[in-house]
């Protein structure tokens, strides 16, 4: 009985096979002849000839059962068409008020892919607000994005397979963690101006006001560079886009303007830069910034990036994204293309502490302004630290409309104690030695050598006069030491005045010396910290106070504690604390 079962079974096997094999060879000869609907790549239509249609409600469940608002914009017709989930910026809701085609974000449905936007859990206004509670862009707000995006591939007008993120802003925190977390989730993923890590989330380079804002009305909290204490870490940890991007499998595009919307110049391609190569070197088969860069190329720390969206700051990014998302949407996964190197060190990875773990923690770890300088056009320059490991930069301050803003931070620096300028040129000096910088910011001398400097400032656009505790010398770029003197003992500042004379604060006085050896002047005061000899007046910081010596004798004392001075027309600029402010003349104030 049971072997014939088992001869049964056998032949009815067989029979399925020749019948699989049969009707395979019968779709070869004879292939089918009734319609076939075109790819979702073939039903993109760039003139946008697409009637839209809206479907929204609460659509979508998270792993926790609460229900999202999701809204979907789709084109009218028959076909499985391609799809792109929007993530806003900040902490912000997709969906807002009523639908309209006018005020969609990325408006790509009448080109014949789907358009999808929803509320993060607890976000959104009234009726369109979602349930549960969200974390600030963390791995309950990132699930929630993979809920919706499995929603939407699971739509019988979807095609599973080109479906991609285009994230905005701070909602690349959102984006970037989902998709290194769940690496096949999407076909690709468009990056606008996001933060790579929470320094440029919290607006750290643009001063105190702006990083209590993003204190006060977004994180609770401040960046790991400002804060690296072992909680704040490991709760960023779970929010910088720049550790997940690497784990993606698909196709990347970054998008960046010519001056981003946040971040001031330099510090405003950084992200870019970073994001762009680690995902280069990391899993995504395909990476590139904007549309006319090279595929797979790295990019050096100041290596510039020669297609950025401009001119200036974009004012509106919609036919930008409809651009990019159909220029995704259209790509086919392929071979990667080779890797194009970098010009110089590529920007990989953050240097100061708590992204460089070699480092040690920050001592102090509070924000420190050591020097500042005046150009003659009245901008403001100066280098800010947490301690020698911590967070650094180097930035430049105009007042341009009443209003006194940054203009550019440089920030690949470390333990930044000095600066000066001469007409374009900006010298700085780390705990990587001393570097000038040419107009925009790239480094155009650089001499690793310099270190433990108590003060170098400009003696001549190719020269250097160069201070340490004992010794005094200038120097030529070329390295050539034109004049040195070991004089002196306990230098605390020096300050190039004539090309034979040098301002020089001692433990006890202030004087101005010639390169001869020969005393000009000389004040006693007791720790002097910096001065400044302008129009025969000698303007001196004090701990308490600084005081104007005129002749001899003091004329006026302001109380103040300074730790620097600069003088420019008379107005007396102060650094104290965190505080870079104006004496005298116009009111002017920047907390750094």
């Not at 919706?148 to 959102?174: A, C, H, Q, R």
């Not at 960046?256 to 870019?272: L, R």
């Not at 006319?292 to 974009?314: A, F, R, S, T, W």
């Not at 010794?471 to 090309?499: C, K, N, Q, Y």
Request: net charge negative.
């Amino acid at each position: 009985m049971m072997r014939a079962k088992v001869v049964a079974l056998v032949v009815v096997l067989v029979a399925v096979i020749a019948l699989a094999s049969l009707w395979l060879l019968w779709g070869r000869i004879w292939p089918p002849t009734g319609p076939q609907l075109p790819s979702s790549i073939e039903l993109i239509d760039e003139e946008g000839g697409y009637n839209v249609e809206v479907v929204e409600g609460y659509l979508v469940r998270t792993d926790e059962g609460h229900r999202l608002y999701v809204r979907i914009f789709k084109p009218v017709g028959e076909g499985h068409f391609a799809a792109v989930v929007f993530v806003p910026g900040g902490l912000g809701a997709g969906v807002m008020g009523p639908a309209s085609l006018k005020h969609r974000q990325v408006p790509v449905a009448e080109y014949g892919i789907v358009e999808v936007y929803f509320n993060a859990p607890g976000r959104g206004p009234g009726d369109y607000r979602s349930e549960g509670t969200g974390d600030k862009n963390g791995p309950v707000d990132q699930d929630a994005l993979r809920c919706v995006v499995e929603y939407v591939k699971s739509l019988d007008y979807v095609d599973p397979g080109n479906v991609g993120i285009l994230s905005w802003s701070f909602g690349v925190t959102m984006a970037a963690c989902c998709v290194g977390r769940y690496p096949d989730l999407v076909k690709f993923y468009i990056d606008c101006e996001g933060p790579s890590h929470s320094v440029l989330a919290c607006c750290d380079y643009l001063g105190a006001a702006h990083r209590a804002d993003t204190h006060d009305n977004l994180f609770g909290r401040y960046s790991a560079g400002f804060d690296p204490s072992p909680d704040n870490v490991a709760w960023w940890e779970e929010r910088e886009a720049f550790r997940f991007i690497g784990r993606f499998k698909g196709a990347y595009l970054r998008l960046q303007g010519q001056k981003g919307h946040m971040q001031p110049e330099v510090s405003d391609d950084y992200p870019a830069k970073l994001m762009n190569n680690l995902a280069v070197l990391g899993q995504p088969w395909w990476a590139r910034i904007n549309f006319k860069n090279p595929v797979n190329k790295l990019y050096g720390i100041e290596e510039p990036i020669p297609d950025l969206i401009g001119p200036g700051k974009v004012g509106d990014w919609r036919p930008i994204f409809r651009r990019a998302v159909i220029e995704m949407a259209k790509l086919v996964p392929g071979e990667p293309e080779p890797i194009k190197p970098a010009v110089g060190r590529p920007l990989t990875a953050i240097m100061h502490y708590p992204y460089n773990t070699s480092l040690p923690y920050p001592s102090p770890d509070q924000l420190q302004v050591p020097d500042m300088a005046i150009g003659l056009d009245g901008r403001v320059y100066y280098v800010a630290r947490l301690g020698d490991t911590g967070e650094c930069w180097a930035g430049e301050l105009a007042r341009r409309d009443g209003i006194i803003k940054l203009d550019w931070a440089y920030p690949y620096l470390l333990g930044a104690y000095a600066i000066d300028v001469l007409g374009e040129l900006t010298l700085v000096a780390d705990a990587g030695g001393v570097r000038i910088l040419n107009a925009t910011c790239q480094t155009i001398w650089h001499n690793s050598s310099l270190t433990g400097l108590v003060d170098v400032e400009f003696a001549g656009p190719n020269e250097l006069l160069v201070a340490r505790e004992d010794e005094l010398f200038i120097m030529e770029l070329s390295g050539h030491i034109t004049w040195r003197t070991d004089a002196f003992s306990g230098i605390r500042d020096a300050d190039f005045i004539a090309p034979d004379r040098i301002l020089l604060c001692l433990p006890d006085r202030v004087i101005l010396t010639d390169t001869s050896g020969s005393k000009v002047l000389e004040y006693l005061v007791d720790s002097p910290i910096d001065a400044e000899l302008v129009g025969g007046k000698l303007y001196i910081a004090v701990e308490n106070a600084v005081i104007v010596v005129d002749s001899g004798r003091v004329k006026e004392s302001y109380p103040c504690s300074p730790s620097d001075v600069e003088v420019i027309d008379e107005a007396i600029f102060i650094i104290e604390g965190a505080i870079i402010r104006a004496l005298t003349g116009p009111t002017w104030e920047f907390e750094c």
